[in-house]
Structures are given as C-alpha cells and as structure tokens.
C-alpha cells in the first residue's frame, strides 16, 4: 500500500482538496483504521477498478444501516438520570460528514452517584451485562453495546485523571453534549488511553477535525490551560503539526515549532498500528509491543502473563492452567530467539525499535 494513496484520500475525502486513486489495499488500509466510509461522498470519483468500487460501496451501504441502528438506539437509552456522550457522535459531530465516522460502542457517563440507577434503568430495559469493573460496565441489546463509564480517564497521573473525570461530570447537560472544549480534551485523552496499545487513523482523524472546527489560534491559550491540567499539552501540539504536515489540517501557529522528524514517527507509529492495534498480527509487531511496555520485573511479568493468556488457547478453556501462562509466553520468547538462524539478531532489532517506540513517547510526554 502506497502511503500517499492513503494520505491523498483522507485529504480529498476530509477537505475536498487534491484528486485521488485507490486499490485494493489502500481500501484494506483504510478498514484497519476504521475510516473506510470517509470516501462515500467522492467515491465514484476515485480512480479504481469497477470490481473494487462496488465492494466498498457495499461496504459504506452496510456502515450507513448500522449507523441508523447505532443512532436510533442511542436517541432511545432508557436512563432517568442526567449524563452524557463520549466521543461516538460526540467526535463525528466535527466530520463534514458525521455519518461517514465509523461508530463502535456507546459510551456515556453519569454523576458517580447516579452510577447505580443507570445501571439498574438499563437492566429493567432489556439490557445485557457482558462485562463489568468499578470504572466501567457494557452492556448489549439489539447489536448495539453501552459501555456505562463511572470513570472515563485513565491518565498516568490520578490526580490530573480526577480532574478530567471532575470536569466531565460538572458539565453534563440535559442534552448529553459536552462544551466544545471539555469534548476536545475528551478525544486527546481517548489517543492517550490508545497511544501504547494500538493507536488509529480514526482516533486521530477525530482530534483533528474539532481542531478543525474548534481550536483556531486565538482558542488555543484557553485550551492549553485544560491540556496542561491533565499533562497532555505536548500531545495535542504534536498531534495537530501532524495533521497538519500529513492529513490536509490548516495550519495552526501555536504547533508550529515542533520538530517535522518527531511528526513523521508519530506518523508512521500510528500507520504500523490500525485501529485498536489491529495491524500487530506478527510476532514482529508482538515483539516490539512487548519491549516497549516491558519496563521492570513487575510490568515484564504482566505483560508475559496477558500475552501468554491470548496465545496459549488452551487457558481459555482450562482455568487451572491459566497461572502459567506467562511461562508458555516466555518459551515463545525464548524459541523466537534461539530457535531458528538469525532469530537472536532479529529479536534484538525488534528490541532496538521498541526503545524508538519508548523514547517517542517520552518525547510526547506520555
């Protein structure tokens, strides 16, 4: 997949701007990033095969029949009690198209103290519980999931996390909106929680078209104050010179003075990693995700133990196994690296990228 094809399609898709050709992998690309709709409205512009133009028209049909469902449930939650929307159509409000930003859960927040009637008003309405913790609860009906947040944030910090929860809960609304600028704190926080473990085109897209519509320069100063209060200032400057530089954004003076070969890792960071890290199927991608979060005994062994859950199968099905998962991880490890000819240095290369992955995010200050 050419990176310019997909660059030159979010821009003609976002901006109008520029002509645009696509194949089958940049259609591809664009799934595992969930941002394959955003084309609808130019789509029988784009030079490309026919074959290829009538599975993705299939493809957008079938997004604009969920989006409806997704929609029509969403207007319908059957909650007493005052709370609000996140991201979801909190983010795609920003889109010149919203129905073009591919949707996934529901998620909606309440006073914590209201956290218990919600949760009972959805029950007594036909709502499943499929998981639940003390931050958050899903539940499921009509094909359509609720993730009821009693905490949203999930910053490095409790204290700068309490301070966005605080100020989430402080301006929910009878008409479950966010002011702009509580929102746009939302959708950087939501690139932080997924910066290390997977981070999209769609979470980025997102940011940056409420830039787009909502932090011109003389804003900035304001929201800067929110950013620096929950230590994600250096992010939102990065990621907007990003936008900037990459996908079509108007330039914004107060990110201008960051350096283009930070941008460019961050770019190219978040094109290796799709939509939730749905790109990390090798035991490349595996490898560098290890090394880049395995940073003492206690993280090491976490790591090896979640990793070792997801790939021995057999813990799934026999609970009494599942303590040593983390051992069946590490033999991976260790066959990766001395198992086959030239597996040592290639574990060691993938070592020396991970410490990339770490030092970028450092530099962003997450």
């Known amino acids: ?33 969930a941002i394959y709709a955003l084309p609808a409205e130019i789509l029988s512009t784009i030079d490309m095969s026919a074959e290829l133009r009538s599975e993705w028209k299939n493809s957008i049909v079938q997004h604009i029949m969920y989006y409806a469902k997704y929609i029509n449930e969403q207007s319908n939650i059957p909650i007493s009690i005052p709370y609000v929307i996140l991201k979801g159509t909190s983010a795609a409000k920003y889109y010149p198209y919203p129905q073009y930003r591919c949707m996934g859960d529901i998620d909606i927040i309440t006073r914590r103290e209201d956290f218990d009637v919600a949760f009972q008003d959805l029950v007594h309405n036909g709502y499943h519980v499929i998981k639940q913790s003390h931050r958050e609860c899903s539940f499921k009906k009509n094909g359509i999931i609720i993730e009821l947040h009693r905490y949203f944030a999930s910053l490095n910090n409790p204290n700068q996390s309490q301070y966005l929860d605080d100020l989430i809960i402080q301006n929910i609304t009878a008409d479950h909106v966010l002011p702009d600028l509580v929102n746009g704190l939302v959708l950087l926080e939501h690139i932080s929680q997924h910066l290390e473990n997977g981070l999209g085109l769609r979470h980025i897209i997102d940011w940056m078209m409420f830039v787009d519509k909502c932090l011109p320069d003389d804003r900035w100063e304001e929201f800067k104050i929110l950013a620096r209060n929950v230590g994600l200032e250096k992010l939102a400057i990065i990621t907007t010179n990003m936008c900037v530089s990459y996908l079509g954004l108007s330039k914004r003076n107060w990110c201008a003075d960051i350096e283009q070969s930070i941008c460019e890792q961050l770019f190219d960071y978040v094109l290796s990693c799709g939509n939730f890290g749905c790109k990390w199927t090798d035991d490349s991608d595996l490898g560098k995700w290890f090394f880049s979060h395995a940073r003492g005994p206690i993280s090491t062994f976490k790591l090896l133990q979640e990793r070792g859950r997801i790939n021995w199968k057999a813990t799934q099905k026999y609970r009494v196994l599942r303590p040593f998962a983390w051992i069946y991880q590490m033999g991976k490890y260790f066959i990766k690296g001395f198992g086959q000819n030239g597996s040592l240095k290639s574990l060691f290369q993938e070592y020396k990228e991970a410490n990339k992955r770490v030092n970028l995010f450092y530099t962003i200050e997450i």
């Open 1 to 33: 997949m050419e990176k310019d094809h997909l660059i030159n399609l979010i821009k003609a898709s976002l901006w109008g701007t520029g002509s645009a050709v696509a194949d089958s992998e940049t259609f591809e690309e664009m799934k595992k990033h």
